[in-house]
């Protein structure tokens, strides 16, 4: 019977040639000029997951981009396994900054991946790391060693929200129905230090407006006179945080959960070189919230971040201008306990409480989500530190992430299961940013893995 190792060195290059052709299509969900290609990622997965063996395969539409869903179903006494992905991807923005354009998919060697990498947008997130589940299973059908049940759901909506999935999950609770889901939508450590992620952070974003006068003023005949918004949107962005960078906000921690020493110490355990992330990060220190480490801060506390501001004019040249209208995006990162709702809500009552007169303030929620956190002594994780330990040779630390997957919760809530990620990308990765690359070892140690995730679990269901 031929094994994995055997089958992935006989097909390799075609698994390659299949992804770049998958990442030069701009699935870009969150900018409607692309919602045709969109739509035509979504054909590409249904064609792949028919030709890797699955026996019923289906477009689900839905109000915005449809769910992808596929099942294999070889006998309903053995466990189901749902993999969950996405195959919509971020805005390239600010393309400048790429060193090859985001959807012409180059492969490059770096110092992390000197056997080579894939640039391009999505090819980590989540495209990448998505098709190693679709090979995967490729493998299982094509020499008979899919050992139960497997069903996929694929959404081109992840990087704006998920705005239909929930309304899909919760009326398709049948279809869906499984004994574990299966993601791969985060990172390891480090190619030699496996990982697997326990915890996801909540999200909450919105986006602020800041109005003055009624129109553009001329900043000589109106400087100083009337309140300028983009003057007054940065002090207020400015005092959400206090000089130990403690967000501001009141209520805002009243429900965040505490580690324990002995929880933070087995935390600290995970190997990290402060140093190399400044360099690998080309900055001379390290920002953010005072008493905790650089590992804790982003992954078990919340944050608040801006993400994009803008407003006036900011063209070539200079236009001596007071704008009428200021702007903002800004993301909470949240722990769990954390009700995303409730924090989106103490969120804009504190901002529009605290603009001064002279301006107005709306605040607009866009999505969020709750944090995750999954327990080692599950079945699903025993399942996975196993795989892990076979292909790598060690075995798996568990690591909470600073990302977000907002569905993980809703998973478990409507669907009655837990959610195991496995991801198999890196910090370096460069996900959400130019340069976004994955590493091909990693690509295909992925489609090494998952195959005796499904073993395992298939055993110790018995």
């Not at 919105?206 to 000589?220: K, Q, Y």
């Not at 200079?318 to 009700?339: C, E, F, G, H, W």
């Not at 999954?374 to 040779?393: Q, V």
């Amino acid at each position: 019977m031929k094994n994995i190792k055997s089958y992935i060195d006989e097909h390799k290059d075609r698994f390659l040639n299949e992804l770049i052709e998958l990442l030069k299509i701009p699935s870009i969900s969150a900018d409607s000029a692309y919602k045709n290609d969109v739509l035509r990622t979504a054909e590409i997965i249904k064609i792949s997951l028919e030709k890797a063996g699955c026996d019923s395969v289906e477009i689900c539409e839905t109000e915005g981009y449809p769910i992808v869903y596929g099942e294999k179903i070889i006998d309903s006494n053995l466990p189901t396994v749902l993999v969950y992905g996405h195959y919509d991807v971020q805005p390239p923005d600010p393309m400048d900054l790429w060193d090859s354009p985001p959807f012409e998919p180059v492969i490059k060697k770096t110092d992390i991946h000197p056997e080579g990498a894939i640039f391009a947008r999505g090819s980590c997130d989540d495209k990448g790391q998505m098709y190693m589940h679709v090979k995967a299973l490729e493998f299982m059908t094509s020499t008979n060693q899919l050992p139960c049940n497997v069903k996929f759901m694929i959404e081109g909506e992840e990087e704006v929200g998920s705005k239909s999935l929930s309304g899909f999950v919760k009326k398709n609770q049948e279809k869906l129905k499984n004994d574990v889901i299966l993601i791969s939508d985060t990172g390891m450590i480090a190619k030699d230090v496996p990982s697997i992620t326990t915890g996801l952070r909540g999200l909450s974003y919105v986006e602020v407006e800041v109005t003055g006068p009624n129109r553009d003023l001329h900043s000589g005949l109106y400087g100083g006179a009337v309140a300028n918004p983009i003057n007054i949107l940065t002090k207020m962005i400015a005092s959400l945080h206090d000089g130990n960078n403690h967000i501001t906000i009141p209520g805002f921690y009243d429900k965040v959960e505490n580690l324990s020493k002995e929880e933070r110490a087995e935390m600290a355990k995970a190997p990290f070189s402060l140093e190399d992330y400044k360099k690998s990060l080309d900055i001379d220190a390290v920002y953010g919230e005072e008493g905790y480490t650089t590992n804790e801060r982003n992954s078990i506390r919340p944050t608040l971040d801006v993400n994009g501001i803008w407003g006036g004019y900011t063209g070539e040249g200079a236009k001596t201008v007071i704008a009428s209208k200021a702007y903002a995006k800004i993301s909470m990162r949240l722990v769990p306990n954390q009700d995303w709702e409730e924090i989106t809500q103490l969120f804009k009552s504190h901002f529009e409480g605290i603009a001064p007169k002279g301006v107005t303030v709306k605040v607009t929620p866009h999505h969020g989500g709750q944090g995750y956190v999954t327990p080692i002594n599950s079945l699903g994780y025993k399942a996975a530190a196993k795989a892990y330990t076979d292909t790598f040779g060690k075995t798996p630390i568990p690591q909470r992430s600073g990302g977000s997957i907002p569905i993980v919760s809703l998973f478990e809530q409507e669907l009655k299961s837990k959610t195991i990620l496995m991801g198999f990308g890196l910090d370096s990765d460069a996900i959400h940013s130019p340069n976004e690359h994955f590493g091909i070892w990693n690509y295909l140690k992925g489609i090494e893995t998952i195959p005796l995730f499904y073993k395992y679990f298939t055993e110790m269901s018995k």
